[in-house]
Structure formats: C-alpha cells, structure tokens
C-alpha cells in the first residue's frame, strides 16, 4: 500500500529529505536542462524538438488569450509554469524506477520498501505549496494592478450587504486554496494506489492500460490546475466596481 505520507531518505542538518522533494529536485533540473537546450539551439529552421515546443507554447498562449484578454502578457508565464511543473511532476512518477526502487527498513517487524522517489504531486505538502503560490501571485497581481484600495474594496464596504458579500469572498479564498491543493494531490495520490494495486496482482500487460490512463490525468489535472489559476487571475486583475461586478 502506498504510504500517504512521503517516505523520508535521509536528514541534512536537521532537513528531513524526502522522496518527494527529490522528485522535485529532479524535475526541477529538467525543465531547466530543457529550457537551456532549447535557448542554445534556436534555429530559423526549428529542428523536431523545437518545433514540437513551440507548437506547444503557442496553443497554451492561444488558450491563454481568449480567457485573459489583455492581460495575457502579465497571466501567461504564470499559467505556463504551473502547466509544465505539474505535468511534469506527474509524468515522471509513472516512469520505471519510481516507487520501486528504493531501499527496505524493519516496520513492525516486517521489511517495508521505501523507494527513492515518489510523484512530487502525490505529496500534499507539494500540492498545498503550488496552491498557496497561486494564490498569493494572483493577489499580488491583483494590487499590482489595481492598486491598494481598490484591491481593499473587494472586501470591505461602508454598506452592511457588500461588506458581508466581502467577508464571503475573503472565506472563498481559503476555500480554493483547498480546492486546489486537494484536487491534485487526491488524483495523482489515487492513481499511485491503482497503480501500486494492479502492479501487485499482474506483473505484465495488465497494468498497460492503467498507465495510460495515468498518463491522461495527468496532463488533464495539469491543465485544470493551471487553467483554475488563470481564471483566478484574470477576474481578480481586472477593475472591481462596489457591486460585485468587473
């Protein structure tokens, strides 16, 4: 059974190491890898890697406009990054090696598997992160553009009706913060314990299909985690009038 919690390796100084966080590292270091390699061999002819890349980022930045509009150029980095950390950090962990390499450690007297590396997004903590980053950039984006009062009178208003409507709104904040960490984190955790399930009863072939349809939720809960932000984003930076209204 896959733990709900992620396994810790080892202990930096106190730090505690976990498999997911080195999912992370190891992400991390390859969209960084891949946006150096691509920056390097720009070409007028783009070669079968770049032209899949740009092919890529130009149907994001089309998506991307017909929601933001003129804001597009501010909400874009935001809405791509997202996109490409989660998808990513999902792929990977239905790469061979992932939860079953690792190491064995006595629990209750039976030998328990602790493997190297575990989906970054089948951790919470991960989830609960990328979730509070898009929330405070959204809010950021919104006083950066609106300015302080008028980000304030979302929220608060001399009139009893829009002051509570106000109060509303600051608790369906938190409620997305939920939403969203929860969302991802339930998906990719689910389809570990699926995976890690039918992975224990068939060895060969049967687990085939699970893996692609692994592989389409996770791009899908990619795109819905990156899109939800964007939305978020392009009604918070856009004016607000007392009423309720953009």
Known sequence: MVSIEPEIISNFFGFKITNTLLATFLVDFLLVS????????????PNLFQNATETIIEYLYSMAEQISGKFTANI????????FVI?????VGLMPGFGTIGFFHTEEGKKVLVPLLRAATSDFNTTLALATISLVATHTLSIK?????NYLKRYFSFNPIFLFVGLLEIISEFTKLLSLSFRLFGNIYAGEVVLATISSLFAFVTPIPFLLLETIVAFVQALVFAMLTMVFMSIMINPHTEGGGH
Do not use: D
Not at 34 to 45: D, E, M, P, V, Y
Not at 87 to 91: A, E, M, R
């Open 76 to 83: 874009f980095p935001w809405f791509a990054s997202f996109f």
């Open 145 to 149: 553009y609106n300015g302080i009062v």
């Open 87 to 91: 998808f990513f950090s999902n792929i």
């Open 34 to 45: 891949g946006i150096f390699i691509i920056r390097k061999n720009l070409s007028a002819i």
